[in-house]
């Protein structure tokens, strides 16, 4: 029932002289529990179609909704912090919170004892590969993949059945890579989340349950 569904949604950008059509006419249904792998060239319209489903926006045409409601008829700041995780390609850490803070954020809104929170951010930068020491720093003191892994640390704290991420590997090596696709899948595999990622990545696409292609904002493939 908790399906994600982009029903003909097209978006535009207005500028004050020029408009941009990001999203053409896209449709797809998302489930839970399983992975997505968004592929397509530089300006296809991925990230677009992701501050979409994020609710972070409305389409211009079309619907997106969650649970069976349009994201026009629900409070949306609501929606992305009750059911809505994203891990932005450009992180998007809090920089006045340390690192274990930033990846406990999602606990301490959500009123679990800090104590508790703590513990449970640190057993998740763990899995990410982020040392004791690193977790007490503050997120710009750190390289960008190692921001990147924070970011799914503090998904992964949130509990949030939709998982959003716009090209999490991007700054990853090999090792790292197959240790956040393993993450990614365990999320859909094992939580019933439903995981999309944007990617460049051909090895991240050949993990997912389901490969979108994106072309000019329209949806060319699928397999
Ligand atoms: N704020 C904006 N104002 C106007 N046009 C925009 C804006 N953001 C994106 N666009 C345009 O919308 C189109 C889709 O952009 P989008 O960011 O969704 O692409 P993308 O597939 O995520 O690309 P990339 O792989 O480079 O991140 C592009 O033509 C882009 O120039
Ligand atoms: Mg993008």
Redesign the pocket.
Known sequence: MNDLIADNIT?I???KYQ?????KEFSFRFIPGKFYAIL????????????LLAGLDVPTEGIVSFDGLSTKDIDRDEYRMEHVSVIY?NYNLFAHLTVMENAAYPLYIHNVPKKEADAIAVSNLKKVGITEEQMKRFPKTLSGGEQQRIAIARALASGSEIILA??PTGNLDTKNTENVIKILHSLAKDDGRCVIV?T?DLDVAQEADVVLK?SD?KLVDQR
Do not use: I, N, P, W
Request: no cysteine; glycine share 18%.
């Open positions: 978006y950008y207005k500028g408009s941009v059509k990001a999203l397509g060239a530089s300006g296809s319209g991925k990230t677009t179609l992701l501050s390609q716009d090209e944007v460049h994106m904002g």
